[in-house]
C-alpha cells in the first residue's frame, strides 16, 4: 500500500488507455471526465472517479454490475467487446453520463493498463517476489528493511493474482523509489503474465515445493512455471535464487540477466544464527546482534531472501539490522499466541515441505508441558494428496505429540497412517470433518500449559478455534 496516505490524483486519462489498448472509446461524461483516479474489480468497492474492470467470473459476470459500478462512484468502466449489446452497456453509460473503454479480453485489458501505468514510474526499483511458500512473509520483511532509507510501495495484503498484482501496482506514485511485488498463481501460465505487468529489475525466488501441484501435476513443473518470473528479463535484471534448491541450476540456466545465489552460507556479514524457539532467532549480522521475532527456519529463511533483495538495493547494515528487528509475524503465519495455551498459529496455508516444517520446529522445541498438534487438510494436491497425507500421517506417528487431531476429508490418510502404527510415538488422535466436533474434542482435552500447533490450508479456517484455544479454563 502507498505510505504517504495521500489522496489519488488522476492516475491514466481515457483516451491515452484506449489508445494503448487498442480499445473503442464511448464517451458520455462530458469534458470534464477525462480519466480514472483508481481501479477497482468490485462495484461495491468503486471510489469517485474510479475506473470498474468488468472480469468475468464463474458465479457471475462483472458487467452485470457496470450501472451499480457507475450508481457508485465509476467515472468508466473497462467491458468486452462482445457484452456491450448483450448487457445493453451503451444505454448505461449514456444514461449515467460516463465512459466505457471495450476491448476484446478485460483481463488481458487490466494487466495492460497496468503494465503502462507503470511505465510512467522509469525511476521506480521493481523486485518481483514469487516461490512455493514464503512470499508474503518475504515481501512484508523486505519492505520493512527498505523502508528505513526508501519510500516502498508493495501489494496490500496477499494481492498478488492475475487481478490482484494488476490492482496493487496502481498503488505506485510519484514518490515511490522501491516497488516490491509478490506473485502467486494458481494456474498455468499466471506467472509470466505477471511478469510482464511488472518487468521486474531484481526477481527472487523464495523456494521450489509442491504447493499448487494439483494444479500443475509435478514439481518440475512448478519450477517451470516460477521460473517465468525471469522471462521478461532484458539483460540488465537482477535473479535471486536460493542456494539451496535442489532446482537451483535448472532456475539459473538461460537467463537474461545477472544470477545471484543466496542462503546461509552467500553473506560474509553473517556471523551466525541462534534460535530463541517461540522468541525467534538472534541473527549476528555485521557485528550487530538482531533479535528477529519470526520463529522457525522457514523464518529464517525468508529473512534471508529479504536481506538478498536489500542487498541489490542497496541499503545500509543498519537498515536491515532495524528491518530485521521490526519484522512481526503476520496473521496465520508462524503467530505465537498465549493465553489458555501457548498456541502456533500457522493456519494461512499448509503444503507438505510447510507442514514438515512446523512439525521439526515444534519437536525441536525446549518444551515442557504437553504438544498438541491440530492438523487440517493441505488442499490443491490433486493426486498426490493421499501419498503426501500419509507421509504426514508417519511424521505424527514418530512425533512427541501427546495428542493429534485432524480435520478434514484428506488428512482421513494420515488417520490411516495412525490408526495402523503399533508401535510408540503419536498413537493418539481424533479425526472429524465437523469443526464443532473438533472443537468440542480439543476444548475437553487440552488445560493450561498445552503447546497447542495449528496448521492447515486457508480452505480449512481452523483461526475458528483461536478463541476457545486461548480463552479462560
Known sequence: ???????????LEFEDLSRSLGADLYSYGGSAAVGFSSVSIDSRSVQ??????ALPGTA????????????????????????????????IAKENKKTLIAVDDTLRGLQNAARLYLEQFPGLLKIGITGSSGKTTTKEIAAAI?????????????YNSETGLPLAVF?????????????????PGE?????????????????????????????????????EIFSHFSGENTALIPDGCSFRDYLA????????????????????????????????????????????????ADALAAIAIAREIPVSAGAISRGLESAKPLFGRGEILRGRTTMIRDCYNANPE???????FCENLDWQGRRIYVIGDMLELGENSRAAHEGIGRLLLDSKADMVFLYGEETRAAAEVLRAGTHGGAAHFFHSGDLDELSRALDNYVRDGDLVLLKGSRGCALERLCDMLEGAA
Not at 500500500?1 to 489522496?7: F, I, R, Y
Not at 527498505?146 to 501489494?155: L, M
Open 354 to 360: 510447510s507442514l514438515a516444517g512446523a512439525l521439526d
Open 253 to 300: 540456466e538461460g537467463i537474461r540477466g545477472r544470477v545471484s545465489f543466496y542462503g546461509e552460507t552467500s553473506f560474509a556479514e553473517l556471523g551466525g544464527v541462534q534460535s530463541l524457539g517461540l522468541e525467534g532467532s538472534e541473527i549476528l549480522w555485521d557485528g550487530r546482534r538482531i533479535r528477529f521475532a519470526l520463529p522457525g527456519r522457514h523464518s529464517l
Open 48 to 53: 469517485e472517479g474510479a475506473l470498474f474492470a
Open 146 to 158: 527498505i523502508g528505513t532509507e526508501k519510500k516502498v510501495v508493495t501489494n496490500p495484503g496477499n
Open 60 to 91: 457471475c459476470d462483472g458487467h452485470g454490475f457496470v450501472e451499480a459500478a457507475f450508481r457508485n462512484g465509476a467515472a468508466a468502466a473497462l467491458v468486452k467487446r462482445q457484452s456491450i449489446s448483450s448487457f445493453n452497456l451503451l444505454h
Open 171 to 187: 498503488e505506485v506514485r510519484d514518490c515511490h523509489q522501491v516497488g516490491i511485488f509478490e506473485m502467486g498463481m494458481n494456474h
Open 191 to 227: 506467472i509470466a503474465d505477471l511478469a510482464a505487468v511488472l518487468n521486474p529489475d531484481i526477481a527472487l525466488i523464495t523456494n521450489i515445493g509442491t504447493a499448487h501441484i494439483g494444479i500443475l501435476g509435478s514439481i518440475e513443473a512448478i519450477a517451470k512455471e516460477k521460473k
Open 1 to 11: 500500500m502507498t505510505s504517504d496516505g495521500a489522496v489519488n490524483s488522476l492516475l
